[in-house]
């Protein structure tokens, strides 16, 4: 039969394990009598309850103050699988599968394993939640967020950059990388998006006004961001490396009356500045629309690689 375990990925006890046993309910909450506690303001004495029956996992709500969330849903009672991230205070909580050696270990140790993990977590005190985005990707966090109508600011410190997306009650209204005011709050999110690893924190909200705010809802915002990526995945090998210098075919015989407005521009934009890279953050398409455009050039014979 299968075994499980509760993981911490953010938040206070992140690092931490609690084994599931099967057959059986733990109580989740701030008391100190329950069976897994979490010391935190947003969890409730007795937040919510775990059962393992049957060989499936089952979570409910105890009526929270704050509620219980499952892959981004505030939910009253539903079964979890393995994969599944829950959402409790601060905590994110994510449903893995265990050897059964890892099984045996008490719910004293398992709690005294938390709370060792809360210690290690005492230098970042303030920071309601924090992670990786290897552990659990953006768009996953995001939802989460979401659902949990989270306001604040999101950072994530990468290789590559130091992106920013700001929430209001689980509204995406302004992202940015590196403060730069040349990508678009739109094409930052985008981009933020497909970043693979780093850290990141949910810091205070931020009163900072912008000219430029994102309406459109956070689910939309994820499916578009979503297709992106895949369409991004696709052309994969077709994509110019971003470092690198490309200019003007010279003699450039193909007729520039030929391209439609769009793509002049960003033909312009290579003979401004050249290197991908800055071409993609001027452009003020999203990455996926410029590099579609620059594969087109690349391959008519627009634009050549300059050594």
Same mark, same amino acid.
């Given at each position: 039969m299968s075994q499980f375990a509760l993981r911490?990925?953010?938040?206070?006890?992140?690092g931490g394990e609690f084994p599931l046993r099967m057959n059986r309910e733990i109580i989740i909450g701030r008391s100190?009598?329950?069976?897994?506690?979490?010391?935190?303001?947003?969890?409730s004495r007795r937040h919510a309850k775990i059962s393992t029956m049957g060989g499936e996992v089952a979570i409910e709500d105890l009526n929270s103050t704050n509620g219980t969330f499952v892959n981004g849903e505030r939910v009253k009672r539903i079964h979890v699988k393995v994969g599944d991230r829950i959402l409790i205070g601060t905590s994110i909580i994510k449903l893995v599968s265990v050897e059964r050696e890892s099984q045996m270990i008490s719910d004293g140790e398992a709690r005294s394993r938390m709370a060792g993990a809360s210690a290690r977590k005492s230098?970042? @005190?303030?920071?309601?939640?924090?992670?990786?985005?290897?552990?659990i990707p953006l768009p996953d966090l995001l939802q989460l967020l979401s659902g949990s109508r989270k306001s604040g600011v999101l950072a994530v410190r990468s290789v590559d950059g130091f992106g920013k997306v700001y929430l209001r009650q689980g509204r995406v209204y302004y992202a940015s990388i590196d403060d730069s005011f040349d990508l678009s709050p739109l094409k930052a999110f985008y981009r933020l998006l497909i970043w693979k690893s780093g850290a990141f924190e949910l810091q205070a909200p931020?009163?900072?006004e912008f000219l430029e705010e994102i309406n459109e809802s956070t689910e939309a915002l994820l499916m578009e961001g979503m297709r992106q990526m895949d369409e991004l995945s696709r052309l994969e090998d077709e994509k110019p490396d971003p470092n690198v210098i490309y200019g003007l075919s @010279?003699?450039?015989?193909?007729?520039?009356?030929?391209l439609e407005p769009e793509r002049l521009d960003i033909l312009q934009l290579v003979h401004n500045y050249g290197q991908i890279q800055t071409v993609l953050d001027k452009s003020p398409l999203a990455d996926l629309e410029t590099y579609e455009h620059l594969i087109a050039l690349i391959d008519k014979e627009y634009i050549v690689l300059l050594d």
């Open positions: 911490f990925i953010s938040g206070k006890y992140q100190s009598d329950v069976d897994m506690v979490l010391v935190e303001d947003m969890v230098t970042t @005190s303030g920071r309601p939640m924090s992670g990786t985005i290897d552990e931020d009163d900072k @010279s003699p450039l015989v193909p007729p520039l009356k030929d």
